[in-house]
């Protein structure tokens, strides 16, 4: 049987409308607008999926609460594929913030003893997070994201997560493997965007992904390149690709080769675009 994404899709010459998978957690909301309706059930997640596994996973993380700390192995540690993902602000409630590495570095052994008292939570370093700022968490790094945000991620396509302190909740803590692969130090913070034309700018890159962000005035039109897992996640505004409409709230797959779709903007617009480096 053939790939129906294959034969309908990016080998067609065609873009394709990832499905979004929205996913009921308890630190999750209701109010999900702009992006979908709202919801009676608390939605923390929504997974953006094709009909074939993709080298990249984007994500929409809503929260009303902190979020565990965690972790994630690297390449080979945990299977073929590690964890290196990145964050884009949505929106942020006065006070919000994620957690990424350490105050100061610390030893592995005090790491251990905070898993168990709960001073983890006090040797993080927990920045303070805005609208429209950009966050790059490699593998390895621990971190938290905190209650009052919303946030894009766009990560490996692996879900393996190690727990090192979850505030008391009675879910699965991972100490043994999470500590071990810890990175100790200090980061660096928000990343700072990189210039690439009017109305772009690259945010993040990697060996796994490169996003850039793109803003178009009512009219504004895209011509992209041909890239491998092309990824259009619209964050807000409307208008078409390859002449199929696009809203707020989507993510496009792009064709890997050939001639790509134009993206244009029928509002003023926001979108990222992401991509794995050949």
């Known amino acids: 049987m053939s790939d129906p994404l294959s034969a309908a899709g990016p080998q067609a010459g065609i873009p394709t409308r990832l499905t979004a998978s929205l996913r009921e957690k308890v630190w999750g909301r209701r109010s999900l607008a702009p992006w979908f309706p709202d919801s009676e059930k608390p939605i923390g997640e929504a997974w953006f999926l094709a009909d074939r596994e993709l080298p990249l996973l984007v994500k929409l993380i809503f929260t009303t609460e902190r979020l565990s700390v965690q972790v994630h192995p690297a390449d080979g540690e945990a299977g073929p594929r590690g964890k290196t993902e990145m964050w884009y602000i949505l929106e942020a409630n006065p006070g919000a913030t994620i957690a990424l590495g350490f105050r100061e570095p610390i030893t592995r052994e005090r790491l251990w003893q905070a898993t168990r008292t709960g001073e983890i939570e006090r040797l993080l370093n927990w920045f303070p997070v805005r609208a429209g700022e950009t966050y790059f968490t490699p593998a390895h790094t621990v971190h938290a994201i905190g209650a009052g945000i919303v946030l894009c991620e766009i990560q490996q396509n692996s879900d393996v997560t190690y ?19 810890s990175d100790l130090g200090v980061h660096p913070g928000a990343a700072h965007p990189k210039p690439l034309a009017a109305g772009r700018e690259e945010l993040a890159r990697c060996e796994y992904f490169v996003t850039e962000l793109a803003r178009l005035g009512a009219g504004g039109r895209i011509a992209p390149e041909a890239a491998k897992c092309q990824l259009w996640i619209a964050l807000e505004g409307r208008g078409t690709v390859g002449g199929m409409p696009w809203r707020a709230g989507e993510v ?25 480096p050949r």
């Open 252 to 276: 496009w797959l792009l064709p890997e080769r050939g001639e790509q779709p134009e993206i244009r903007a029928d509002t003023d617009a926001r979108l990222l675009r992401t991509f794995a």
């Open 163 to 181: 727990r090192l302190w979850d505030y008391g909740r009675p879910r699965e803590i991972h100490v043994e493997l999470a500590v071990p692969i």
